[in-house]
């Protein structure tokens, strides 16, 4: 028989970065299997979240009906162009409140000392704070972006070829990053202020902007949204490229590495207040 060289993993082990990938994919399936039971268990309150958020949607394309029965476009966009921009980021605010939404919970994770049983616990800590609770809402805010954008692309003749595809796919997928780093970055205050939702619901104003052309803004706030804060790369460069409109929808295939950029910002956050935190001693 030959030897075994030094070191080797016995025959059949998974190296450890495979064992650890495995085991996050298994605790993750049981994360969603527990929150599939509590759909299930709690029926109605997940039938009246969903209600609450799509009345919420209700209520902005109605602000929309409202405006452009006052004015033809604004910002040079018409309104199915806008009512385009409103689902397009509504998709990416679905998909973001589902997967990634629970870092607003640090703040009371880090108040009540649960902090200390994910520093513990042979899983990463931020794996943990993100999928342990999924928010169930968020399908509130999937099908009516799914019918806006579907009704929009039909009024306005959108043909969806495997680059316009390939550029919906990266928008929406940097758009959900852009929201996860960013929320990540403001929810680590917690570890330094202990409070951080005045932030987050702050940075839930300011993506309102997100809502309406960047063109209608001054020169000013239109720098700050899409160098400072850049939401602009979370929808509307993405669905100015779709629609063909402007001269700086080139900016949309930047969207997918800012979204790279302010996760990597975010997990500096999470690490650097990671570093300073007390447990509680309870």
């Not at 513990?120 to 800590?125: E, N």
């Not at 043909?159 to 316009?164: E, L, V």
């Not at 959900?176 to 780093?181: A, D, Q, R, S």
């Not at 063109?215 to 850049?230: E, G, R, S």
Request: hydrophobic share 55%; with cysteine; net charge positive.
């Amino acid at each position: 028989m030959a030897a075994e060289r030094p070191g080797a993993l016995p025959p059949g082990a998974a190296p450890p970065a495979r064992g650890e990938l495995a085991r996050m994919r298994g605790a993750y399936a049981a994360f969603m299997r527990a929150h599939v039971r509590r759909i299930l268990e709690y029926r109605a309150s997940f039938f009246i979240g969903g209600v609450a958020v799509l009345t919420r949607h209700v209520v902005g394309v109605l602000t929309l009906w409202v405006l452009f029965t006052l004015v033809r476009e604004i910002g040079g966009w018409s309104a199915y162009q806008v009512v385009y921009l409103y689902g397009f980021l509504a998709l990416v605010q679905a998909l973001h409140h589902f997967f990634f939404l629970n870092t607003f919970r640090l703040e009371y994770v880090v108040q009540d000392g649960t902090m200390d049983l994910y520093l513990v616990r042979p899983l990463p800590a931020l794996f943990q704070l993100m999928f342990y609770y999924m928010d169930d809402d968020a399908i509130g805010d999937l099908v009516p972006a799914l019918l806006l954008v579907a009704v929009a692309s039909a009024r306005l003749g959108v043909a969806y070829t495997p680059s316009t595809i390939a550029m919906l796919v990266m928008g929406v997928a940097g758009g959900v990053l852009i929201f996860f780093g960013i929320h990540l970055a403001l929810a680590s205050w917690s570890f330094w202020f202990v409070k951080s939702r005045a932030l987050i619901q702050l940075f839930s104003e300011v993506r309102r902007f997100s809502e309406y052309p960047l063109t209608i803004f001054t020169p000013a706030l239109q720098l700050f949204l899409t160098l400072i804060v850049p939401l602009a790369f979370a929808a509307y460069y993405p669905a100015a490229r779709i629609l063909n409109i402007g001269t700086l929808s080139f900016m949309a295939w930047l969207s997918l590495p800012v979204g790279f950029l302010c996760v990597a910002a975010g997990y500096l956050a999470w690490r650097l207040g990671l570093s300073r935190y007390q447990s509680t001693g309870s």
